[in-house]
Nanobody, 114 residues
Framework: QVQLVESGGGLVQPGGSLRLSCAAS????????MGWYRQAPGKQRELVAAIVAGGSTDYADSVKGRFTISTNNARSTVYLQMNSLKPEDTAVYYCNVHTTRDYWGQGTQVTVSS
């Protein structure tokens, strides 16, 4: 079992920055994939960024060059640094990790508005 606790969401002006954190506990040695997804009102949940055990990363085209995913050395926490935020980045952001099954965080709201 893995438990996930997210933090770092909030309200920010366009062009601003936020950093999301997702702390994992439990069977963290089994985690081989950590990712961030988001879901805006009326839209499907979509992948934002992901990182696998070897360190390779993947980003949605809409966030490339603005967002960076990373982990701590223990790979127990995954971060999403979000820069140059746009109103269209407004969504609930969810942390997701894979072991032999999927685990999801509770979600954290990010609102980009002036």
């Amino acid at each position: 079992q893995v438990q996930l606790v997210e933090s770092g969401g909030g309200l920010v002006q366009p062009g601003g920055s936020l950093r999301l954190s997702c702390a994992a506990s439990g069977s963290i040695l089994s985690i081989y994939y950590m990712g961030w997804y988001r879901q805006a009102p009326g839209k499907q949940r979509e992948l934002v960024a992901a990182i696998v055990a070897g360190g390779s990363t993947d980003y949605a085209d809409s966030v490339k060059g603005r967002f960076t995913i990373s982990t701590n050395n223990a790979r127990s926490t995954v971060y999403l640094q979000m820069n140059s935020l746009k109103p269209e980045d407004t969504a609930v952001y969810y942390c997701n990790v894979h072991t032999t099954r999927d685990y999801w965080g509770q979600g954290t709201q990010v609102t980009v508005s002036s």
